[in-house]
């Protein structure tokens, strides 16, 4: 499977700023997606970042609020910006070989708000 | 109803102990079934893909019952290490992937 990796892996913030996260893959995958998880939730899916077109955004989430950037098959970035005490979380790239194939998780970039 | 359900558990197993979960699902067209593993503050694992005819893999069992539309999970002879939250997923569409919100087990020694 591909081996991915993500930076930060965690990040104390201040509120009103923002951090860029970076999801780098080893090999090149269709499509990348972003999830969000609160401590002792399940996951909750962001978008989905499909090289060469706009990122799709779940219900609840925003272009503004959470840029992606997917500039080639294995690198993506997610921004979360102007944050606030309720982004604290774990956000999570996890990328698909193909449709219907099984995703796979990079470790995770925990990030506090304070 | 929830695409994707699951009993949250926590089971409490002994160590040795054989233990099943269940996770169903909505969509009679989902096509993909898998099974993952999440640690606690860890991103979730595969575990193993689940098809129709099942399959197993070592002391986990998979099987997939799409009359009744569930995917289940066995694991016998339980270590404390399988101490997670099992989650299952299911998809849905074009790179649509439904999460359960999981299964807590705890092994107890």
């Known amino acids: 499977s591909a081996v991915i990796s993500q930076k930060p892996s965690r990040d104390i913030c201040q509120r009103g700023t923002s951090l860029t996260i970076q999801c780098q893959v080893d090999s090149q995958v269709t499509m990348m997606f972003w999830y969000r998880q609160q401590p002792g939730q399940s996951l909750t899916l962001i978008a989905t970042a499909n090289q060469g077109s706009e990122a799709t955004y779940e219900s609840g989430f925003v272009i503004d609020k959470f840029p992606i950037s997917r500039p080639n098959l294995t690198f993506s970035t997610l921004t979360v910006s102007n944050m606030s005490p309720e982004d604290s979380s774990i956000y999570l790239c996890?990328?698909?070989?193909?449709?219907?194939?099984?995703?796979?998780f990079g470790d995770g970039t925990r990030l506090s708000i304070l | 109803r929830k695409e994707v359900e699951q009993d949250p558990g926590p089971f409490n197993v002994p160590e040795g102990a054989t233990v099943a979960f269940n996770c169903t699902y909505s969509?009679?067209?989902?096509?993909?079934f898998f099974w993952y593993r999440q640690d606690c503050r860890k991103e979730p694992k595969l575990l193993m893909s689940?098809?129709?005819s099942g399959n197993e893999d070592g002391r986990f069992t998979a099987q997939l019952n799409r009359a009744s539309q569930y995917i289940s999970l066995l694991i016998r002879d339980s270590k404390l290490s399988d101490s997670a939250t099992y989650l299952c997923v299911v998809t849905k569409g074009t790179y649509k992937y439904i999460f359960g919100t999981g299964t807590r087990l705890k092994v107890l020694a």
């Open positions: 689940v098809y129709s």
């Open positions: 969509n009679s067209a989902s096509q993909s």
């Open positions: 996890s990328v698909a070989g193909a449709d219907n194939q099984p995703q796979h």
